[in-house]
């Protein structure tokens, strides 16, 4: 059996950033240990408002730690009424740690190949409050993750071992799929230059 690694719970998004290259050294993942270390973590606004970057038309991915190459981890901040689509995670481990409000995640199946041009039907539906933790991988399935309060903006730390640029986003009419390159709207705290991209995620 592989022994856990013992880490002080962090304090600061620099404890927590320290703490996941420790977690990820070697190439297995304990998915439980990763979801334990981040639930450890107390959310404090005033920790990560360098990366607190809001956008009125779309929420913003914020690279706080690029992982040496393995990993990235990344504050994502979502304004009122704001949504991700439908996607998959390319193959990668995604934690999802809610810093700020509330956030509504959706799982549906994957399409399938002997019945295409069929809409996805949710398997569920479950809110995350503040410091809650979610995992997902695509074996489990897809999934979109909302903000659905019309007063209150909300933000999420997500962890995704290994670091990917591509996923594929779904029509949950019709189960269609298409590549959507994955951006920045900051690195470090920095505002990069836009980029549109060919879909959100």
Known sequence: ME????????????????????????????VEQV??????YRSDPADWAK??????????RNLVDEGNGKFNLIVLCWGEG???????HA??????????????ETQFPWPSESEPDNSLESTGSRFYETNEVNYINDSIGLHRVEN????DTAASLHVYIPAFDMCQSFDQRTGHKRKCQVTFTSKYGLRTPYKPSSCTK
């Open 3 to 30: 022994a856990k690694k013992c880490l002080e719970p962090p304090n600061t998004m620099e404890d927590v950033v320290k703490g996941l290259h420790v977690l990820f050294e070697e190439d297995h993942v304990n």
């Open 35 to 40: 979801i334990s270390f981040l639930e450890s």
């Open 51 to 60: 990366y607190a970057d809001y956008d009125p038309h779309r929420y913003t």
């Open 82 to 88: 704001q949504g991700s689509s439908i996607h998959d």
């Open 91 to 104: 193959d990668a481990h995604c934690f999802l740690k809610v810093l700020d409000g509330r956030l509504k």
């Open 148 to 151: 659905v309060s019309h007063a």
